[in-house]
């Protein structure tokens, strides 16, 4: 019962450089989300998701883009990397049922970006 | 607008005593809360909500915490700490629609 995995889980980019992180779940959740976990800040929402085909901005969406295409799958771009996108990125699911279900999170995707 | 706030970086406690780590909230409506634990290198792990309903709510790995209307407070306890439970926790609140908002987090170093 794998839950929700992230890929990569470590990587270096250099300034401008683009990449796609993928999150993928087993659990057939209706809600999907991306986080970034900086030192002292908590979790930051940074685009979500309430069903195939369907995005929305989170509280930090500059500089990222997102896709869902398939219920399972949950993707995080950066079109161009800069250093203050260095962050520990996680991806989450729950199920629709109302505001009172836990999210399952990921072991997340640690970026440096140089 | 909602919020969250831990006011303790971090909490020290012997291995064996009590513990407790705090969190206030705010939120127009219903709250729904949940703490959250997360080891080195790792996500966050659900521990427990509350949704409604008595205010001492029981969760994983011995956790409970209490529901405090009037303070607007949902501190995570513990009766007899352990070593393996040194880690980040995390307070997080929800309206009843997408996005939840999570505390700064509290790290918990329990000593033996």
């Known amino acids: 019962n794998a839950g929700v995995t992230q890929t990569p889980k470590f990587r270096v980019l250099k300034t401008g450089q683009s990449m796609t992180l993928l999150c993928a779940q087993d659990?057939?959740?209706?809600?999907m989300y991306w986080y970034r976990q900086d030192p002292g800040m908590g979790l930051r929402l940074i685009h979500y998701?309430?069903?195939?085909?369907?995005?929305a901005k989170g509280e930090v969406p500059d500089g990222y883009n997102v896709s869902r295409l398939k219920k399972q799958n949950f993707l995080l771009g950066l079109e161009s990397a800069a250093p203050s996108q260095t962050s520990v990125y996680f991806c989450a699911s729950s199920h629709m049922t109302g505001g009172n279900q836990p999210q399952h999170f990921g072991d997340g995707t640690r970026l440096s970006i140089l | 607008a909602q919020s969250v706030a831990q006011p303790e970086d971090q909490v020290n406690v012997a291995e064996g005593n009590p513990l407790t780590v705090k969190c206030t909230y705010s939120v127009s409506g219903n709250p729904y809360l949940f703490w959250y634990v997360q080891y080195p290198n790792r996500g966050l792990q659900f521990l427990l909500k509350?949704?409604?309903?008595?205010?001492l709510v029981k969760g994983s790995y011995g956790f409970e915490a209490e529901f405090n209307k009037s303070q607007t407070s949902f501190h995570l306890k513990k009766p007899s700490a352990l070593v393996s439970d040194s880690a980040l926790y995390f307070c997080a609140v929800r309206d009843g629609g997408f996005k939840t908002i999570f505390g700064a987090g509290t790290r918990l170093f329990v000593k033996a």
């Open positions: 659990m057939n959740h209706e809600y």
């Open positions: 998701s309430v069903g195939e085909g369907t995005t």
């Open positions: 509350y949704i409604t309903g008595d205010n």
